[in-house]
């Protein structure tokens, strides 16, 4: 189905890692980075092993996509729990991508709902740009809401998804000035680090 394929296209663009400059991580990212795995991977290690977020995001990564070692979706899940646990919007991005997928866990879009919620509400781009697809064909348990979603693609917008501004442009089609403007409304009074509304007051469908 095309929304699927569009939240599958949303969660493979994401496995991409970003530099974060942290004293200690840097020289493993940066090998990461230039495909010398077997660096990245005895560099990260330690710093996962001592509960390092970005090391243990990264590790996960790792094993997601087999770089340095064997691809084990077990141990993706693993390494990204553990840096969800602390926070690391990236990583519970990609938990939520994997109870979404069903890769080592049995798929519950609904449990992947829970950990997209919480990276979006530290601005996450992606994970805002999925929650709102969840929302626009009603996924997971989410009420079917057009003014959330285009919420959640007006903050991933503005945050650079491309994906978002396509599909914002695509929902407006079917809403009333009355709904664009809570939208609007509701994006612009929004702040990272706080919760995201569960529903509009005019877009349910």
């Known amino acids: 189905m095309k929304k699927l394929r569009g939240i599958l296209l949303a969660i493979g663009i994401a496995l991409g890692l970003p530099l974060p400059a942290l004293a200690g991580f840097a020289e493993g990212a940066m ?20 509960g390092n977020a970005d090391a243990e995001h990264l590790l ?26 602390k ?12 109870y979404y997928t069903g890769n080592a866990v049995i798929q519950d879009h609904k449990e992947a709902v829970v950990w997209f919620r919480k990276a979006a509400e530290q601005g996450h781009a992606d994970a805002q740009q999925v929650l709102g697809l969840m929302y626009r064909y009603h996924i997971g348990g989410m009420p079917q809401d057009n ?40 994006s612009a009074g929004w702040k990272p680090g706080t919760p995201l509304p569960r529903s509009s007051r005019t877009g349910g469908g």
Not at 68 to 84: E, F, I, N, S, T
Not at 149 to 176: D, F, I, P, T
């Open 31 to 50: 090998a990461y980075n230039n495909r010398n795995y077997t660096l990245a991977y005895k560099e990260i290690l330690p710093l996962a092993k001592a």
């Open 60 to 85: 996960g990564l790792m094993y997601y996509m087999g770089r340095g070692v064997p691809q084990d979706y077990r141990q993706a899940l693993a390494w990204h729990r553990k840096a969800a646990a």
């Open 87 to 98: 926070g690391k919007a990236d990583a519970q991005y990609v938990v939520g991508a994997m």
């Open 147 to 186: 003014v959330i979603a285009y919420m959640l693609w007006n903050l991933a917008a503005a945050n650079g998804s491309s994906n978002a501004a396509e599909q914002r442009a695509a929902v407006v089609k079917a809403m009333s000035p009355e709904q664009i403007e809570e939208g609007q409304a509701l």
